[in-house]
């Protein structure tokens, strides 16, 4: 099912949302409600979701289709939060395939996600809606939780993140993964508490819910975490984030095409 009907003189690039994909069913039903919220901030853009594994379409369908509708200008943006394997080599590689297949439409990889002090806005909102006031910051050690990584510069992005965050006001933050790296949830929610910290709350920085997010719950649950938040799923911070950074890839195509 397509989004917001657009023909191919439309003037604006198609937005294609690059998900990951899930056995999960909440996952696709999170990403297709983050874009309905997407749709609403920008009634006239055309938004589509596709899937790299697991769910349909993929992005190669939709790619296919938008070629076949008369499309010829799209922008890809990674559902992701950081620059790891993903985003560096699975999505290019799609992408470059489908070029090779329909050169007649051309299609930007947008930057990922993160960071951005839109996400950690999201965040925090996720944590004041699991039961923390504004007033808490001080007195409350966040365990910033992510999927995990094996590539260095996603594991330092979050590094960056926790620091940035803490700077904001919170008595501490800690970095923490489900998978890959460590520390795992549990453990750095023992170690505020080691460190006397009276209040450690669980943020999970991931987009949608699923195996690794299940993951990060359960460590928060058998360390006696006193606040766990939900998912960043479709918060108006994030659906801004995405309209920003198409906004910036479709910029670079205008300033790009006008050198040329």
């Known amino acids: 099912m397509f989004g917001t009907p657009a023909g191919p003189a439309s003037g604006r690039p198609v937005l294609v ?37 697991f769910n349909t379409p993929s992005v190669s369908r939709v790619l296919e289709r938008l070629d076949a509708e008369g499309v010829r200008d799209a922008v890809a943006l990674p559902l992701l939060l950081t620059r790891a394997f993903h985003a560096k080599s699975d999505i290019p590689a799609v992408l470059h395939e489908a070029r090779a297949r329909l050169p007649r439409l051309s299609v930007r990889q947008a930057d ?81 508490r080691a460190d006397g910290v009276r209040r450690v709350a669980v943020a999970p920085y991931v987009i949608a819910p699923g195996r690794l997010p299940d993951r990060i719950a359960q460590g928060a649950h058998a360390s006696g975490a006193d606040v766990l938040a939900d998912v960043l799923g479709p918060a108006p911070e994030l659906a801004r984030l995405l309209v920003r950074r198409y906004e910036a890839a479709r910029a670079t195509r205008q300033v790009a095409a006008l050198s040329a």
């Open 17 to 53: 949302v690059v998900a990951h994909g899930s056995r999960d069913p909440r996952h696709a039903a999170t990403v297709h409600a983050l874009l309905r919220r997407v749709r609403a901030l920008r009634p006239g853009l055309r938004v589509e979701a596709g899937f790299l594994d």
């Open 112 to 192: 990922v996600l993160g960071p951005s002090s839109l996400l950690t806005q999201a965040l925090e909102r996720r944590l004041y809606e699991a039961g923390l006031r504004p007033g808490d910051k001080g007195s409350t050690g966040v365990v910033l939780a992510s999927a995990g990584s094996s590539d260095p510069e996603a594991i330092a992005v979050i590094a960056h993140v926790a620091r940035e965050w803490r700077r904001t006001g919170w008595c501490a933050v800690r970095p923490a993964f489900a998978s890959a790296s460590l520390p795992r949830t549990e453990d750095a929610v023992r170690e505020l």
